[in-house]
Nanobody, 121 residues
Framework: QVQLVESGGGLVQAGGSLRLSCAASGRTYTMGWFRQAPGKEREFVAAISWGAGSTYYADSVKGRFTISRDNAKNTAYLQLNSLKPDDTAVYHC?????????????????WGQGTRVTVSS
């Protein structure tokens, strides 16, 4: 089992930035970020392969968010820039123990508890 712990969420003004971190207790391969706003479905945000050679972003965050990882620290990051009020959500980190970059939540094996991002206008 791998435990994932997110941090870095908070309240920020529109146009501001946050960096989310996801600390894993063990080895992971593909890691991803998903988000869920009240009354809405869980939404894919970004994913990254073990070697960081492959990344995939939702169209809604391309050019604004950047996913990265440091395998020596077993940590993944999501840099959120140019934040908009509709980015407000609980952001969850997820990990796969094998496989390729994937936007399907069902493909992930482990999930963190989430960190809340609130963007005010």
């Amino acid at each position: 089992q791998v435990q994932l712990v997110e941090s870095g969420g908070g309240l920020v003004q529109a146009g501001g930035s946050l960096r989310l971190s996801c600390a894993a207790s063990g080895r992971t391969y593909t890691m991803g970020w998903f988000r869920q706003a009240p009354g809405k479905e869980r939404e894919f945000v970004a994913a990254i392969s073990w070697g960081a050679g492959s990344t995939y972003y939702a169209d809604s965050v391309k050019g604004r968010f950047t996913i990265s990882r440091d395998n020596a620290k077993n940590t993944a990051y999501l840099q959120l820039n140019s934040l908009k009020p509709d980015d407000t959500a609980v952001y969850h980190c997820a990990a796969k123990t094998s496989g390729s970059v994937d936007a399907d939540a069902a493909a992930y094996d482990y999930w963190g508890q989430g960190t809340r991002v609130t963007v005010s206008s």
